[in-house]
Structures are given as structure tokens and as C-alpha cells.
């Protein structure tokens, strides 16, 4: 399929790389020109929405450095999508350290900056260093409340637990980071948002979740049976189902498999559903082809790969 939308591609700077990364791997995040722009023509890739790699700002424990990281790294954004308007938008950075230095960037991305959107890296360290920050906290409704105002999608993207005091993960490094330790982590913040009541309150927010849910569409039907066999005084007025519906959309990135591609659709509806890739953390070769060839019918491809996207963002391009 020509003119995909992808919206979960990434970047770095220099203080965001990490120094035990595949060299290839960090000089693809440092580019904006070359080969990104080179594969994205080659495999059918109009245009890409593009976010700061993980965990970046969320890991700043101190609040000066965390909001001048979020500055420094969405001003070299922008400046990339003034050079290329036509390929690419962005999404931006926040300090969520500070709740109200979150809203002075929040408006200053989507106001100053142009950017369609933002991408958080899941939960924020503040001061210690195993602190945990999410974001059903009392003291992150404030910004909530803006992010609605504003009317602009927030990307959860994941970012890997904090292991050390994880014994379940003792001995054994392979389920940690994208394996198994990113789902989790993240679709546990995902359902804390929603099971706090935010939706209710704020009814047009919308969350956007890689990885086809952070596979919570898979369990969709058991969360809401065991939270009206027994709620526990959970303060969400509705169901989970309803939540995924209506307040959250979900991406393909990293998960290239016609089957929980086909049961995301049924629990959630192919309108929930956009195409994303995750480059360079996954190849654009993998996530285009099987894209391109997935059992779909060519409406359903289009409203994935492309029509979804131009409709939540607010994108210039033609449906």
C-alpha cells in the first residue's frame, strides 16, 4: 500500500542514546534524512509522526534537567519537520516530573511548535531514583485537563520497569525490555488510567497504545468480568471495554501478525486501529510487508494504514 501513515518512529539526541546500543541501531536514531527518508519511499511510507526515543526525559531526576531536555530535544524536532512538512509531524516531549511544567511545554509543543501530539515514556523518576510517577495521580489532573482542552492524542509509550526491585525478573534478562517487561509495565499504567475515573472526567481524551494495546485487548472480556464480579470500590463508571472504544487507540508497531491484528479489530474496531512500524527498533521492510500483504480487506488497510491517522491528528493530507 502506497501513503502509509506511520506514528510511532523515533529519534534521539546525543544525551538520549544509549551508549550500549547496536552502533547501526543509534546512528538510524540520529537520522532524519538519509535512510529513513530513502526506506520510507522505498516501502510506501508518505509521511511518519515521529517521538523521542525511550525513557529519555521520564528518567531526569532532576526537574531542571528534565524540562531542559524536553526544550532542547522538541526544538531539534521541530526544526526537523520545517524541513520536511510533507513527511514528517511531530510529537512532543514533556517534563511530567512537574505537572506544571508539563503544561507550559504541552502548550508550548502544540501552540508554538506545531506538534499534533505528545509521547510520553511511561512513568517519570523524581529526586530518588527508584521513584515511580504515574499518572492517575490527583496531581496530574490539572494537566489532564489540558490535554483535552487542547485536544491532542497522548502516546503512552512504554519504557522498561525498574528490575532491580523486580524479583520476578531475577535470572532472567530475557523477558525484560521489549520480550515482555514493556507490555506490562505500560498496559498496567494504561489500565490504572482508566480504572482512576480520568475518562470520566475528561470524556474526549485520547491515548494512543503501541504494540496493538499492550496486548489488553486480548483480555478485554476476563478485566471487565472480574472488576463487576468483584470492583474492590474501583472509581471508573464504566467499563474497560468501553474506555478502549472510545478514549484509546492502538498502533501495529512491533507486532507484524495477522492473528492479534484480526482480534484487536474485533474487541476495539478497525476505526481504534493505525498503522505504526516502531523504526528503528523494528525494521520498516518487516512492518510494511506484512502490512502491505495482511489479510484486509483494501477499505479496512486504508483506514489503518492511512485514514485513521489523518482523522485523530488533524493531518493536512488527503483521506
Known amino acids: 500500500m502506497q501513503g502509509k501513515i506511520a506514528l510511532e518512529e523515533h529519534f534521539a539526541v546525543t544525551e538520549t542514546q544509549n551508549p550500549v546500543a547496536p552502533k547501526s541501531l543509534q546512528a538510524d536514531l540520529l537520522d532524519f534524512e ?19 526515543n525511550a525513557p ?12 531542559a531536555l524536553a526544550q532542547q530535544t522538541n526544538d531539534m524536532l521541530a526544526e526537523q519537520v520545517a524541513r520536511h512538512p510533507s513527511r514528517f509531524a511531530g510529537l512532543g516531549a514533556l ?26 515514556n511511561g512513568f517519570s523518576q523524581k529526586e530518588e531514583e527508584y521513584s515511580h510517577l504515574y499518572y492517575d495521580l490527583p496531581e496530574y489532573r490539572p494537566f489532564w485537563a489540558e490535554v483535552e482542552k487542547l485536544g491532542v492524542p497522548f502516546y503512552m509509550h512504554p519504557r522498561n520497569p525498574l528490575t532491580d526491585h523486580m524479583p520476578m525478573y531475577d535470572g532472567h534478562p530475557w523477558l525484560t525490555y521489549a520480550t515482555w517487561a514493556f507490555a506490562m509495565e505500560t498496559s498496567v499504567h494504561a489500565l490504572r488510567l482508566m480504572c482512576s475515573g480520568l475518562f470520566d472526567e475528561h470524556p474526549d481524551l485520547q491515548l494512543i497504545l503501541g504494540h496493538l494495546g ?16 468483584d470492583p474492590k470500590g474501583v472509581p471508573a463508571k464504566k467499563s474497560i471495554r468501553h474506555y478502549m472504544q472510545n478514549n484509546v ?6 507486532q507484524f501478525y495477522d492473528p ?28 510494511c510487508e506484512w502490512f502491505d500483504h495482511a489479510d ?13 491517522a489523518i482523522k485523530l491528528f488533524g493531518l493536512p493530507l488527503s483521506a
Not at 529519555?56 to 524540562?67: I, K, M, R, S, T
Open 34 to 52: 538519509a535512510k529513513r527518508l530513502e526506506e520510507m519511499d522505498l516501502f510506501g511510507i508518505e509521511f511518519a509522526v515521529l517521538s523521542l
Open 56 to 67: 529519555a526525559v521520564q528518567e531526569v531526576l532532576d526537574v531542571e534537567g528534565a524540562v
Open 95 to 120: 517534563p511530567l516530573q512537574d505537572p506544571d511544567a508539563a503544561i507550559t511545554e504541552l502548550h508550548r509543543c502544540v501552540n508554538d511548535l506545531g506538534f499534533v501530539g505528545v509521547n510520553v
Open 214 to 229: 499492550e496486548r489488553i485487548p486480548f483480555d478485554l472480556w476476563r478485566l471487565d468480568h472480574r472488576l463487576e464480579v
Open 249 to 254: 487507540h492502538v498502533t501495529t508497531s512491533g
Open 260 to 287: 492479534p491484528l484480526h482480534l484487536t479489530i474485533t474487541e476495539v474496531g478497525v476505526d481504534r486501529v493505525l498503522f505504526s512500524v516502531d523504526y528503528p527498533f523494528e525494521p520498516m521492510k518487516d512492518g
Open 296 to 308: 484486509l480487506s483494501d477499505g479496512d488497510r486504508k483506514t489503518i494504514g492511512r485514514t485513521n
